[in-house]
């Protein structure tokens, strides 16, 4: 079973007002950030910020496409713990580390292909599909490789996840980032295939006499999803140097709380890229300016919450609030208020 369809006739995008507001709040918690801490707007700290988004940034974009298309993966953070696990136990068998990325990514595919197989081929909710898989891959990951950590990965490939850009302060993780979201952003607004995604969230049935390959079409989506994941897992391990079953744990909450903060309707069938990327930059900013202020991790856990409740209730509320404005502007027209 899907989210709960969007409402007829209800735009296909994110307007752009809300994108507007997210970028606005960036720039706002800049400029707190800078106020709260000398060290805030120095280059070391915003290269090190960037570097700690990475992971949430590349797996929001798989998110964004699927809960456009009315769905949800919420076995994300664990896909990257079992991959990661997956990563250090080939590495730790002396298999080169070519071959160990390609068979990590492999699997990550693989557990994407399971949720998506059990959604659209047995019809099953993705909300109950992948709370469970979110279980059933972490319990793997600790089967994998057990309380222990692997942490001896040669330089050049750790160099690869916390190294920077020759020359800049720039996270050598966050040039594939950006060259994945303008990927991302490309297909979901400038091709055939994104605009099937639009249909699909905002009515599935209609999409499906329409002539859309719905299931299919939710099954690659479910696959990206686990293939994104997977190469987070790279990056992560790489990043930390240090394959752990618990790596990542709970950071499919970071990632939804971006993506509906970014304007992605949780009902599917509107939303935009740039809003999430936005968002996934403004929830790092208020973390890093809150940690430079020594807030203490309670009150970070506390804010994320908040921000995950103000992602689901500020485009619901910038939404009545431009329906009540349309009827405002329809019984003051000439045309409208005529009885």
Not at 39 to 51: I, K
Not at 115 to 120: D, F, K, Y
Not at 216 to 234: D, H, N, Q, W, Y
């Amino acid at each position: 079973m899907s989210l709960p369809p969007s409402a007829p006739g209800r735009p296909a995008r994110s307007p752009l007002g809300w994108d507007a507001t997210i970028i606005a709040l960036v720039v706002l918690a800049l400029g707190l950030g800078s106020r709260l801490s000398d060290a805030f707007l120095t280059g070391a700290n915003l290269s090190n910020l960037s570097a700690n988004l990475v992971e949430v940034a590349l797996i929001s974009l798989t998110m964004t496409l699927i809960i456009i298309a009315a769905e949800i993966d919420l076995s994300v953070a664990s896909t990257l713990g079992v991959c990661s696990a997956l990563l250090g136990v080939l590495w730790a068998a002396h298999v080169p580390m070519g071959l160990a990325i390609l068979l990590t990514l492999g699997l990550g595919a693989l557990a994407g292909f399971f949720n998506g197989w059990l959604v659209t081929r047995l019809g099953l909710p993705s909300l109950a599909v992948t709370i469970g898989t979110l279980a059933l891959y972490r319990g793997l990951a600790y089967a994998l490789l057990g309380d222990r950590a692997v942490a001896d990965f040669p330089p050049f490939w750790t160099n690869l996840g916390f190294g920077l850009v020759p020359g800049t302060q720039i996270p050598i993780p966050l040039v594939a980032f950006v060259v994945l979201a303008v990927i991302t952003a490309v297909a979901l607004h400038a091709t055939p295939f994104g605009r099937s995604l639009y249909a699909i969230g905002a009515n599935e049935v209609a999409a499906r006499f329409a002539g859309l390959r719905v299931e299919r079409t939710k099954l690659l989506l479910f696959i990206l999803s686990g293939l994104m994941s997977a190469f987070a897992a790279v990056v992560y391990t790489f990043r930390f140097s240090s394959a752990r079953a618990d790596n990542a744990a709970g950071l499919e909450l970071s990632v939804i709380a971006a993506v509906l903060l970014g304007g992605v309707s949780i009902f599917g069938g509107r939303g935009s890229v740039v809003g999430v990327i936005a968002a996934v930059f403004l929830i790092g900013i208020i973390q890093n300016a809150l940690t430079l202020a020594d807030v203490p991790n309670e009150i970070l856990t506390i804010v994320t919450g908040l921000l995950l409740i103000l992602s689901v209730l500020g485009p619901n509320v910038a939404a009545r609030l431009r329906a009540a404005r349309q009827r405002r502007s329809n019984l003051t027209s000439p045309k409208g208020g005529a009885p």
